[in-house]
C-alpha cells in the first residue's frame, strides 16, 4: 500500500489552566492516505478542533510525532509550519473569515502574497480566478463577501483552500453557519472535489454531513474511539437509513396527493 | 500538486506581489477610515507644513539678502559709534563714542586703500510739496561719496557734488516713490526742478535715485525716501542725534586694509592709547553676512524643535491608531498566518502601513507648506518674494515622516506579528 500522507504516533496535546492540566489529545495514532475525504466526528470538547489544528501545523504537539508527506512537522520551526501552511494545507472556517473590502478575487488571491514563487501579477490573478472557477463562482470575482449568500462565501473560502493545490483540504464544521439547502450545496462541493483526487478531512457533529464522507474518525477525550468505513459507522448509517425512509415516505405522500 | 524536494529546507521570502498588495491595503485601509487616518496623521500633517514653510521663508530671506549684499560687493564698510563691553558707562559716556564729521573727514583725508566715505544721518520730519504733505518722513543726510558707497546711481538730474556740502544748498535726492507720494512730477520733468518744504526750507530736486524694493532693516510702510547734503541735514538737526558713516574700499580685495587704515585714524583721533578698547565698530558687509546666517540658523533650529514635537505628538497618535487596528483586526492576523503569513511578514505589513500613513501626512504637509511658501511671496514688502521649499527640505521631511512611522509603528506591528493564529481566530 503507498506510503499515508498523514501519519500521526502517540500524539498527545497537554494544556496547562492554572494547576489543572487538561489532556486533549491522548497518545493519538492516525493515518490518513491521499485521497481519502475523512469526518473526525465527537462530543464537544473531545479533541477535534485540537487535533484539527495540529494537523493544520498551526499547533504543535505536547509529544508524539506528525509525519506531513516525508517531512516530520511535528519539529519544524514556525516559519517554516508558515510556509506549510501556506503550500500544503488549505483551511475552510466555519465562519468564513474572509476580509470584508476585499474581492472575492482578491481574498482567494491572499494566500499568495506570502508565497515568493507564486509567479508575477497575472499569473496570480488567474490562478486565483480559475479557484473560483473550480467552485463556480467564475461570475462573482468582484463582487465583496456582503454582496454574497452565506454559500458562496463559504466557496470564496474553499477557492481560497484549493488554490495552491494544497496536499490536505482542511474544514472545521464548515457548514456550521449554514442552512440545510446551502449545506448540501457545499458537501457536493467538497464530494466533488474528492472526486477530482483532493484529500479531505471535515471536523463536523453531524451525522448528515458524515455521511458525504467516506471514513469517519470518532473521539472521546481525545482518544480515537473509532474508525471505520462511513457506511460501517452504526450512527452515520442509521441516520442514513431514516433519511432514505423519511425520502421514501415524502414522496410516497406526493404520489398519494397526486 | 505541490512536488517539493524532500531534503530541501522551505525557503520563504516576499515578492514584489507583497510589497504592492500591503501598500494597497493600506491605502484602502486609510481611506475606509478617513477621519480617524486624517486625525491620526494630523500631528505629522501640521509640523510638516509649519516647517516646510519657516524654511521655504528663511530660504527667501537668505537668497534675497545675499543677492542683495553680494551686488554691491564686498568692499562696503560701515561705521558704528559701540561702547566697549565690560567697561562701566561712567568711565566711557556716550560723548566719547558718538561719531563726529571731523572724524568722517580725517578718514577720508587719510585713508588712502578708501575710494570714499559718507556720513549717515537720519532725521524724520514732516514734507511738503506742491499739493501734498507727509508726515514723519525719513530724510538722510549724506555726502556726495554715498553714491558710489551704497552703490545708488541717479536716475535723472545730477548727483550731489562737493559744492552742494561746502556752501549748504538746499538741494534734495528724491527717490521714485517720493515723486510719486508727493506728486513731484507736476510739471512733466520726472521731479527735477519741483521743490519740497522740509522743517520750514525750502529744497530745490536735483537727481531722482531708484526705489530699493523694500528696505533692508526697518519695514517704513512709505518706501519715499529724500536725501539733503549732510551739512544741511546738520541744521536741521536738534539735539542728540545718531550718525554712522558708510566708506567703500578701492577694491574688495583691499577691504581689509581700509579697515585697518579706518580704525587707526579714529583712535588716533579719539586720543586712545595701546590699553583703550575701541569706542567704535567697523564692520565689514562679511559681518553682516554672518550675522544672517547664524541668525538664520538659529531659527532653523527652533524651527526643527518644533517639528520634532509636532512629530514626536504625531507619533504617539499613529502608535495609537495602530494599536486600535491591530486589535479590530485580530481575526484578520490569525487568518493570515493561517495561510502562511510568517511572523516578519506581518510585522513588515503593519509597518508598511504605519509608514504608509505618515508619508501621506508628510505629503500632505509639504503641499500645505508649500502652499504657504507661496501665499508668503505675495505680502509686499516682507524681502520674501524667493520664499521656496529647497529640495533638501522634502527630502528631510519625508525621511523623518517615514522614520516616525517606523519608530512609533514598531511596537504595534511587534504585537500583531506575535499573535497565536489560533487564538487570533477565536477572538471575536
Ligand atoms: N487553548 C486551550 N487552553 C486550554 N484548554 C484548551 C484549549 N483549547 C482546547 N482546550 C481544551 O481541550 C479540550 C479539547 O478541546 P477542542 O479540541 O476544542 O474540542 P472540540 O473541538 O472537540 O470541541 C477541551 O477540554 C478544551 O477545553
Ligand atoms: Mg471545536
Known amino acids: ?258 | 500538486m505541490s512536488a517539493r524536494g524532500t531534503g530541501s529546507a522551505p525557503r520563504g521570502g516576499l515578492s514584489g506581489f507583497f510589497f504592492l498588495k500591503t501598500i494597497g491595503m493600506a491605502l484602502s485601509q486609510i481611506w475606509a477610515n478617513k477621519t480617524r487616518s486624517f486625525l491620526t496623521a494630523l500631528g505629522i500633517i501640521v509640523g510638516v507644513a509649519s516647517v516646510t514653510a519657516v524654511i521655504a521663508a528663511l530660504t527667501g530671506l537668505k537668497t534675497k539678502v545675499l543677492t542683495e549684499f553680494e551686488s554691491v560687493g564686498a568692499a562696503r564698510l560701515y561705521v558704528f559709534p559701540n561702547r566697549p563691553d565690560n567697561v562701566p558707562r561712567s568711565k566711557i559716556p556716550w560723548e566719547k563714542c558718538r561719531l563726529r564729521i571731523e572724524e568722517a573727514r580725517a578718514i577720508a583725508d587719510q585713508c588712502p586703500s578708501l575710494k570714499g566715505i559718507s556720513p549717515l544721518v537720519d532725521i524724520t520730519l514732516s514734507v511738503e510739496s506742491d499739493t501734498q504733505l507727509i508726515e514723519g518722513m525719513s530724510i538722510t543726510g549724506i555726502w556726495p561719496a554715498w553714491h558710489d558707497a551704497i552703490g545708488r546711481k541717479v536716475l535723472r538730474g545730477r548727483p550731489f557734488t562737493q559744492i552742494d556740502v561746502e556752501t549748504a544748498r538746499q538741494v534734495a535726492l528724491v527717490n521714485e516713490a517720493a515723486v510719486e507720494e508727493l506728486s513731484l512730477d507736476e510739471a512733466g520733468s520726472g521731479g527735477i526742478g519741483s521743490h519740497v518744504l522740509l522743517g520750514g526750507r525750502r529744497f530745490l530736486v536735483v537727481g531722482v535715485v531708484e526705489t530699493l524694493q523694500a528696505r533692508m532693516f526697518g519695514m517704513n510702510s512709505s518706501q519715499a525716501e529724500i536725501f539733503v547734503p549732510f551739512s544741511v541735514a546738520e541744521k536741521l538737526l536738534e539735539g542728540w542725534y545718531f550718525m554712522q558713516f558708510v566708506a567703500i574700499a578701492r577694491s574688495p580685495e583691499v577691504a581689509e586694509e581700509a579697515k585697518a587704515e579706518i580704525e587707526y585714524v579714529l583712535r588716533r583721533q579719539r586720543g586712545l592709547t595701546k590699553e583703550d578698547p575701541d569706542t567704535f565698530r567697523v564692520a565689514a558687509i562679511d559681518q553682516f553676512i554672518n550675522q544672517f546666517k547664524s541668525l538664520a540658523s538659529g531659527v532653523t533650529a527652533i524651527a526643527g524643535g518644533i517639528v520634532g514635537i509636532s512629530l514626536l505628538v504625531g507619533g504617539i497618535g499613529i502608535m495609537n491608531i495602530m494599536l486600535v487596528s491591530v486589535s479590530e483586526r485580530t481575526r484578520e492576523i490569525g487568518l493570515r498566518k493561517a495561510v502562511g503569513a510568517t511572523s516578519s511578514a506581518i510585522l513588515l505589513q503593519f509597518l508598511l502601513e504605519a509608514v504608509t500613513l505618515t508619508l501621506l501626512g508628510g505629503l500632505v504637509g509639504l503641499v500645505i507648506g508649500k502652499l504657504m511658501a507661496l501665499s508668503l511671496t505675495f505680502i509686499p514688502g516682507a524681502n520674501l518674494e524667493q520664499a521656496d521649499v529647497p529640495p533638501w527640505a522634502i527630502a528631510v521631511a519625508l525621511v523623518f515622516s517615514a522614520g516616525v512611522g517606523v519608530l512609533f509603528g514598531m511596537w504595534p506591528a511587534y504585537k500583531a506579528s506575535r499573535l497565536d493564529p489560533i487564538e487570533a481566530l477565536r477572538h471575536e
Open chain 1, 1 to 258: 500500500m503507498e506510503e499515508p500522507i498523514i501519519q500521526l504516533r502517540g500524539i498527545t496535546k497537554v494544556y496547562r489552566v492554572g494547576v489543572e492540566t487538561i489532556h486533549a489529545l491522548r497518545e493519538l495514532d492516525l493515518d490518513i492516505h491521499r485521497n481519502e475525504f475523512v469526518a473526525i466526528m465527537g462530543s464537544s470538547g473531545s479533541g477535534k478542533s485540537t487535533l484539527m489544528n495540529m494537523l493544520g501545523c498551526l499547533d504543535r504537539p505536547t509529544s508524539g510525532e506528525y509525519r506531513l508527506g516525508s517531512r516530520l512537522v511535528s519539529s519544524m520551526k514556525p516559519d517554516e509550519l508558515a510556509l506549510i501552511r501556506n503550500v500544503d494545507i488549505g483551511f475552510v472556517f466555519q465562519s468564513f473569515e474572509l476580509l470584508p473590502r476585499q474581492t472575492a478575487l482578491e481574498n482567494v488571491e491572499l494566500p499568495l502574497m506570502y508565497s515568493a514563487t507564486a509567479g508575477g501579477f497575472r499569473a496570480r490573478r488567474a490562478r486565483a480566478a480559475a479557484a473560483l472557477e473550480r467552485v463556480g463562482l467564475g461570475n462573482r470575482m468582484d463582487h465583496r463577501p456582503n454582496q454574497l449568500s452565506g454559500g458562496q462565501k463559504q466557496r470564496v473560502a474553499i477557492a481560497r483552500a484549493i488554490l495552491s493545490n494544497p496536499k490536505i483540504l482542511m474544514a472545521d464544521e464548515p457548514t456550521g453557519n449554514l442552512d440545510t439547502a446551502t449545506t448540501g450545496e457545499i458537501l457536493a462541493l467538497f464530494t466533488q472535489l474528492h472526486r477530482e483526487g483532493q484529500t479531505i478531512i471535515i471536523v463536523t457533529h453531524e451525522n448528515d454531513v458524515a455521511a458525504h464522507c467516506r471514513r469517519v474518525v470518532r473521539l472521546r477525550d481525545g482518544r480515537i474511539l473509532s474508525d471505520l468505513p462511513a457506511e460501517e459507522d452504526p450512527e452515520v448509517a442509521s441516520h442514513v437509513a431514516g433519511a432514505r425512509e423519511a425520502q421514501a415516505a415524502r414522496l410516497a405522500a406526493a404520489g398519494a396527493a397526486a
